[in-house]
């Protein structure tokens, strides 16, 4: 400590436990900061991830409404999870078909079956339901994209065939 001119300079500098409760008062800061930032982070992670799901299931969905239109007949099983739509070739008498089915197993994929070649539409399925009454197919999709039991994503629609023989 010097004194000039009646004037008390401390040059110590800062002691250690003053650091110390700067460091402290810092981290909390910086702490609530991180926090903040990386709960926004998920949540647009989770909101992404959601938009991506609903946008598949509806191009899904789309493709399932269109092939049925184009059915002259269509079957389903008596659980709900299956159906078979029998699609007129163009400019020929022949047919073709189409089988749309999940298991009934919460996360199974749905899948698409074209005269017995496989494919997957859509993963994360929850339920789906295909209603077959005369000429029109009932659908209600729904994908559970966080396991909790509860779907997250629900598409419904009524698709009624335009090339049908039925009554």
Same mark, same amino acid.
Request: no cysteine.
């Given at each position: 400590?010097?004194?000039?001119?009646?004037?008390?300079?401390?040059?110590?500098?800062?002691?250690?436990?003053?650091?110390? =409760? &700067?460091?402290?008062? %810092?981290?909390?800061?910086?702490?609530?900061? !991180? *926090? #903040?930032?990386?709960? $926004?982070?998920?949540?647009?992670?989770?909101?992404?991830?959601?938009?991506?799901?609903?946008?598949?299931?509806?191009?899904?969905?789309?493709?399932?409404?269109?092939?049925?239109?184009?059915?002259?007949?269509?079957?389903?099983?008596?659980?709900?999870?299956?159906?078979? =739509? &029998?699609?007129?070739? %163009?400019?020929?008498?022949?047919?073709?078909? !189409? *089988? #749309?089915?999940?298991? $009934?197993?919460?996360?199974?994929?749905?899948?698409?079956?074209?005269?017995?070649?496989?494919?997957?539409?859509?993963?994360?399925?929850?339920?789906?339901?295909?209603?077959?009454?005369?000429?029109?197919?009932?659908?209600?999709?729904?994908?559970?994209?966080?396991?909790?039991?509860?779907?997250?994503?629900?598409?419904?629609?009524?698709?009624?065939?335009?090339?049908?023989?039925?009554?």
């Amino acid at each position: 400590m010097k004194i000039k001119n009646n004037v008390i300079k401390n040059e110590k500098g800062f002691s250690l436990i003053e650091l110390m =409760v &700067v460091m402290v008062i %810092l981290s909390i800061i910086i702490l609530g900061l !991180v *926090t #903040f930032f990386s709960g $926004g982070v998920r949540s647009w992670i989770s909101g992404d991830n959601q938009l991506r799901s609903q946008r598949e299931a509806r191009l899904a969905m789309d493709m399932m409404v269109k092939e049925i239109r184009l059915g002259k007949s269509v079957t389903g099983t008596s659980d709900h999870h299956s159906i078979t =739509v &029998v699609i007129p070739a %163009l400019g020929s008498d022949s047919a073709y078909n !189409v *089988t #749309f089915s999940w298991s $009934g197993t919460d996360g199974d994929p749905l899948q698409r079956v074209v005269n017995g070649t496989p494919n997957y539409l859509l993963t994360d399925i929850y339920n789906i339901n295909f209603g077959v009454k005369g000429n029109r197919v009932d659908i209600l999709l729904q994908m559970d994209l966080d396991d909790d039991g509860n779907p997250d994503i629900s598409l419904n629609t009524d698709v009624y065939l335009r090339n049908s023989m039925m009554p």
